[in-house]
C-alpha cells in the first residue's frame, strides 16, 4: 500500500496562492517548500473566481493597476513579516526582560 502525504493545511495553501499571484514563481515555491507544482498551480486555480462579474467590477486590471497591486502585497506580506518579527521579539524581552538587568541598590 502507498504511503499518502496527509493534505496540505488550508492556511499554507492559501499562502501559497497569494505568493503566486504577488508574483513569485510556481518553481521557485516548489524549491522552496517541497510541495509540487501540479498542487500550487491546482491550488491558484480553484482560486480564481469563477462567478460573474460583479456591477462594481470595471473589468481586468490594467498592466499599471496590476503592477501596483503585485507592489502593495509584496509591502503586505513584508509588513506581516516584520509585525510577526516584533510580535515574538517583545515576547522574548517580556519574558526574558528581567533576568538581564540587575538592580544596583543592593
Known sequence: ??????????????????????GRKSG?????FG???????S????AQ???????????????VERQELMELR???HQVQMERDILAKATAWFANNGDKTFTSSTR
Open 1 to 22: 500500500m502507498p504511503i499518502t502525504k496527509p493534505p496540505y493545511p488550508a492556511q499554507f495553501r492559501q499562502q501559497m496562492v497569494e505568493l503566486v499571484q504577488a
Open 74 to 76: 509584496r509591502k503586505y
Open 28 to 32: 521557485d515555491l516548489v524549491k522552496e
Open 49 to 63: 473566481p469563477t462567478s460573474a462579474a460583479s456591477p462594481t467590477d470595471s473589468g481586468p486590471l490594467s498592466a
Open 35 to 41: 510541495c509540487h507544482i501540479t498542487s500550487i498551480l
Open 43 to 46: 491550488w491558484v486555480r480553484k
